[in-house]
């Protein structure tokens, strides 16, 4: 495979003009906007009971170390005045929409990520505005006007660089990686803060001696694809500044998910059965309301030590109900029983979507 221009598709094709959005501590900002009392305070979305996890955490919070998925002790320990507050679902999804709408009338190739995230193609746009820096700033704009809320946002010639710079200027910033300044950008990056690279990969290139941009860029791509197999490929022309995967408007979801901690460990079939229930409830109200179904079904249990197992089951054809789904589920815990250490968290998921009506992005369903 030779090397791609990496700003161009094709050869005749013009640099793409890719926005990445990002709203600022989405959920955490929601509330301070809709609650003057938690503005400048620091805040966590989510549980504040003793097994609770933070789900968000304001910048007033992360200023402590206050993280999202640390424990609600930990963080109240790292910051004793932090205030705790539910997710309100309906309220996010409510904004969110808000902000879809003001891509859309830029551009109709938008592809979410979740509720707060979402890359546009703006090589082609509505205003046929020629600069997509004049595009991201006339968003970020009216999001502001329209929400109250703050949005940084990231302009590049493809979706990796652009998602590594809409962090670049966080909080209420944006930056632009040029063709130009791509492989240089990439150059000195860890490896860690490549996009989709996670902790266990991570591991992996370090124990090959390999830390940053520039050392992935040193490999062959015979390397690269015998150590990373099919994802070697990626991360050889991403370390060249080179990503030729299209904005996907409308991409296909491949999971749902809920899940939860409960109060106290849990032991018995009969008590893991019940909490079970509103899962299923969850996932089965996404799929009714998408029209989404799946073929695949996985249980994860998280025991009190905090090792995580989970156990899945296919079948041939999509899971068309309720009914369906809850079998499934409890057949893969009744194989599962006597567990060997009592449970602190039980998680569902639905994958290997097929899509039969509209698309959302991927999310996750605490609950």
């Known amino acids: 495979m030779s090397s791609p221009d990496p700003a161009r598709d094709s050869d005749n094709a013009p640099p793409r003009k890719i926005i990445h959005i990002d709203m600022d501590a989405f ?22 009971a003793e097994r609770g996890v933070v789900a968000a955490a304001s910048y007033e919070a ?8 640390m424990p609600s002790v930990t963080a109240r320990r790292q910051c004793p005045e932090l ?13 969110s929409r808000q902000i879809r709408d003001i891509f859309a009338e830029h551009t109709e190739i938008i592809e979410p990520l979740s509720l707060d995230e979402a890359y546009l193609d703006v090589t082609e ?11 991201a700033t006339a968003i970020r704009a009216k999001i502001l006007s329209e929400t109250g809320l703050t949005a940084s946002a990231g302009i590049s010639y493809n979706k990796f660089l652009a998602k590594l710079a809409s ?10 990686i040029t063709p130009r300044m791509g492989p240089a950008f990439v150059e000195n990056l860890p490896v860690d803060r490549f996009h989709g690279i996670g902790p266990a990969t991570t591991a992996r290139f370090n124990g090959l001696g390999i830390f940053t941009g520039l050392d992935i860029r040193n490999q062959t791509l015979e390397f690269m694809n015998a150590s990373f197999g099919k994802s ?3 991360y050889y022309w991403i370390s060249r500044g080179v990503d030729e995967r299209p904005v996907r408007a409308n991409r296909i979801r491949k999971s749902i998910g809920a899940e939860n901690t409960f109060s106290t460990d849990l032991t018995t079939f009969d008590a893991l059965a019940v909490e079970l229930q509103p899962l299923i409830d969850k996932v089965w109200r996404h799929c009714d309301s998408t029209g989404n179904r799946g073929r695949t079904v996985t249980l994860k249990f998280k025991f009190f030590d905090f090792e995580v197992i989970t156990r899945s089951k296919s079948v041939s054809t999509p899971i068309s109900n309720r009914a369906h789904l809850e079998h499934l589920v409890i057949d893969l815990l009744r194989h599962e029983m006597p567990l060997p250490k009592s449970v602190r968290l039980l998680g569902i998921s639905l994958s290997a979507l097929h899509d039969q009506g509209r698309e959302e992005p991927q999310l996750d369903l605490p609950i």
């Open 62 to 69: 992360r200023k402590f170390g206050v993280r999202s998925a």
């Open 125 to 135: 746009n509505f205003q046929k505005i020629a600069l997509a820096t004049e595009i």
């Open 83 to 95: 205030i705790f507050v539910k997710p309100r679902f309906e309220a996010n999804k409510a904004v």
């Open 167 to 176: 962090d670049h200027r966080k909080p209420n910033g944006q930056f632009v």
């Open 27 to 48: 959920y955490a900002s929601v509330e301070q906007r809709d609650n003057p009392a938690l503005r400048g305070k620091p805040l966590a979305v989510g549980g504040s």
């Open 232 to 234: 070697g490929a990626y």
